[in-house]
């Protein structure tokens, strides 16, 4: 595994934000969800597309707080522009579970956190 310096993990804005929208994407080559995130105020509303139908239906989604990458650039995915990428974990399947903040705190974290 390479190294990386400190100054090298601060270019990786990593942020939460609440899924506010989510569609099935059927067009998609490998079966995923199309998201609509509010990261609040300061980043607003961004589209992402992720491939987690093992896990997730898309009305489960609503309202649940994620981690994504805010600062890659947009890469169109079929004919949907997915502008952050959100982040995930395998599990022993290989298929992709979310992470965000710690369920058992009591209160949700401000939108558009950034990741330290």
């Given at each position: 595994?390479?190294?990386?310096?400190?100054d090298?993990?601060l270019?990786?804005?990593?942020?939460?934000?609440?899924?506010?929208?989510?569609?099935?994407?059927?067009?998609?080559r490998?079966?995923?969800?199309?998201?609509?995130?509010?990261?609040?105020?300061?980043?607003?509303?961004?589209?992402?597309?992720?491939?987690?139908?093992?896990?997730?239906?898309?009305?489960?989604?609503?309202?649940?707080?994620?981690?994504a990458v805010?600062?890659?650039?947009?890469?169109?995915?079929?004919?949907?522009?997915?502008?952050?990428l959100?982040?995930?974990?395998?599990?022993?399947?290989?298929?992709?579970?979310?992470i965000?903040?710690?369920?058992?705190?009591?209160?949700n974290?401000?939108?558009?956190?950034?990741?330290?």
């Amino acid at each position: 595994m390479a190294e990386i310096g400190f100054d090298d993990f601060l270019k990786v804005d990593i942020r939460v934000g609440e899924v506010v929208r989510a569609e099935p994407y059927p067009e998609a080559r490998k079966p995923a969800i199309k998201l609509w995130i509010d990261f609040g105020a300061e980043l607003g509303k961004k589209k992402s597309s992720a491939q987690i139908t093992a896990h997730y239906a898309p009305d489960d989604l609503i309202g649940k707080q994620v981690l994504a990458v805010v600062n890659f650039p947009p890469r169109q995915i079929g004919r949907f522009m997915s502008e952050v990428l959100v982040l995930g974990l395998p599990d022993d399947g290989g298929e992709i579970v979310l992470i965000g903040p710690d369920g058992a705190v009591p209160a949700n974290v401000p939108l558009g956190g950034r990741l330290h």
